[in-house]
């Protein structure tokens, strides 16, 4: 609010609507960039598939095809809306809203930097855990209001697994916030700074591949797209969507993939914080946006190349591999952190 | 005054979703309603300056505990018509309950155990908590140093009931074919494959 620009603007508004507006705009700061770069996103993302079986992917829409989310989210818009006559309307239309506002506003607390940050919240973790951990609701309203077999069953499977996958990457998150001694996100980055001999994806390695490859299964991201099985469940719980319902899922998904990434990066990569200390001139908002990028790469990567898994072995993994060695990463961690001293 | 706006809002938003739990028609829809009481309660912690309460109220209940509630009963194939049958005989009784429950409450209330500082379980000392602490710490401290062994009770009790259900809902089935992931990850292409040149018109012997 002590912005000069924004006091010549609004310097006329009363005290209270100053903060409103102070706020709307921070938000508007926040979330205008992150959806047009999960449209870019998109195209990202089908260009490394493409790139990986050997085909072009999109190239026809702009320069490059660089336009063709905006094409497909155009198209999508202009969809008729067609709800199925048994569905349960109200809760058929508020399931898509649900799941990307959730996406949304879990951004609220990502530090972008030394003090940028919308709400530094002393429970910044929590707060993530928590958002991500209702993203499941969207998923299962809309499998349910849909009022069909293959929509209910993809939201079956999406609870039973997002439920599964959040137990081990709520134990690499009380891991790391014993390590750190604080839930809030920008001491987490700062607890990583001194260049990249400090990050935690050193000194936490197993934790980092476990919360890797939980996010994957949390966002239902191949190869854990269980709940859409295209092959078995046409497409889960998104079959009777159309038109811009369909596109908030879609929106919500990468929003949420984009999300973990974020987290990933604060989490293990040092988050706004440069590798080495020379390379401190390149802004920390700009370092993050590079390690999300890098992280969605990997994400696209394992997209590509690795076949879905089947839904015994899914469980499996969550429960009788993941599970008992982030427990015991737990008691490891927080046992070395007493040894040293940090709590 | 956002305070008090934002406590009107989430304090009525509770009590209506509370009252639509009851009076829905459709389970699935009392259990959704359920889960936004959560979320204003949750609100109502976090205006009280108890973050960290609220934080975990939605991680373990609107996360967790609710998911699995809308998960049974989404799956349960029932008639509301029929569901609804029992109400009036089953009025009277539930609304003496209601009426104990709310006789109670006003009790603790007007006694002033309500007040922040008359907080403790008698036979304990009573609560220090220091001002500048915030309150993910203070309560750390509460429960591992002043409650432990009731938080300990707590544990425990939990994981026999954990332990319960599944000896209830346990079964041995026999005969049924299962997957051994350590002998199938220890297979190696030597023992598994043969490449076999296979004459034309002749076919191969397994």
Not at chain 1, 50 to 58: D, E, F, S, T, Y
Not at chain 1, 194 to 202: A, D, E, T
Not at chain 2, 40 to 56: P, R, S, Y
């Amino acid at each position: 609010m002590d912005n000069a620009v924004f006091q010549w603007l609004f310097a006329w508004l009363p005290e209270l609507l100053q903060s409103l507006v102070w706020i709307v705009i921070l938000i508007m700061a926040i979330l205008l960039p992150l959806l047009l770069a999960v449209a870019f996103l998109v195209y990202f993302d089908r260009k490394i598939w493409a790139a990986m079986q050997l085909r072009r992917g999109p190239n026809v829409v702009g320069p490059f095809g660089l336009l063709q989310s905006f094409a497909d989210g155009l198209k999508l818009l202009f969809k008729e809306t067609l709800v199925p006559a048994g569905a349960n309307k109200g809760i058929f239309f508020i399931a898509p809203v649900v799941t990307f506002s959730l996406a949304l506003i879990a951004w609220a607390v990502i530090p972008w930097g030394e003090g940028i940050v919308l709400a530094n919240l002393n429970v910044g973790i929590l707060y993530i855990f928590a958002i991500s951990s209702l993203g499941v609701y969207g998923i299962l309203m809309a499998g349910w209001a849909s009022n069909s077999r293959y929509a209910f069953l993809g939201a079956l499977r999406s609870a039973a697994q997002m439920v599964s996958y959040e137990v081990s990457i709520g134990f690499v998150l009380v891991a790391v916030l014993v390590w750190v001694g604080s839930l809030n996100l920008s001491e987490v980055v700062l607890a990583q700074s001194g260049g990249v001999g400090s990050w935690f994806v050193f000194s936490h390695f197993p934790l980092f591949m476990i919360f890797l490859i939980s996010a994957m299964a949390e966002t239902n991201r191949p190869p854990f797209d269980l709940p859409e099985a295209e092959a078995e469940l046409v497409a889960g719980y998104q079959v009777e969507y159309s038109s811009m319902a369909f596109g908030l899922f879609w929106l919500g998904e990468y929003t949420n993939i984009l999300l973990m990434c974020a987290m990933t990066s604060i989490l293990f990569f040092g988050g706004w914080q440069a590798p080495f200390a020379f390379l401190d001139f390149i802004p920390g908002p700009l370092w993050l946006m590079i390690k999300m990028a890098f992280f969605f790469f990997i994400f696209a990567w394992v997209k590509a190349t690795v076949p879905r898994y089947r839904y015994d072995q899914l469980m499996r993994l969550g429960w009788k591999v993941f599970l008992p060695i982030s427990l015991f990463a737990v008691v490891a961690y927080g046992g070395a952190a007493l040894a040293l001293g940090r709590v | 005054m956002i305070a008090a706006l934002a406590f009107y809002m989430f304090a009525g938003l509770a009590i209506f979703a509370g009252l639509m739990v009851v009076v829905s028609r459709n389970p699935v829809h009392s259990v959704l309603f359920l889960i936004l009481a959560f979320f204003n309660a949750a609100g109502l912690f976090v205006l009280l300056g108890a973050e960290f309460l609220a934080m975990i109220l939605i991680i373990v209940y609107v996360g967790a505990v609710a998911v699995l509630f809308l998960f049974v009963v989404m799956m349960l194939d029932i008639d509301f018509s029929e569901l609804r049958q029992g109400f009036q005989q089953y009025l009277p009784l539930g609304g003496l309950v209601g009426m104990i429950v709310l006789g109670e409450l006003l009790l603790v209330l007007a006694s002033g155990l309500g007040r922040p500082e008359m907080v403790r379980i008698p036979g304990s000392g009573a609560v220090r908590i220091a001002q500048d602490v915030e309150n993910t710490a203070a309560m750390g401290q509460v429960l591992f140093t002043d409650y432990i062994y009731l938080f300990q009770a707590a544990g425990m009790i939990l994981l026999v009931s954990m332990i319960g259900a599944i000896v209830l809902a346990h079964r041995t089935r026999p005969g049924v074919k299962k997957q051994i992931i350590a002998d199938q990850v220890a297979r190696t292409p030597a023992e598994s494959i043969e490449l076999i040149k296979v004459e034309t018109g002749k076919g191969v012997k397994m």
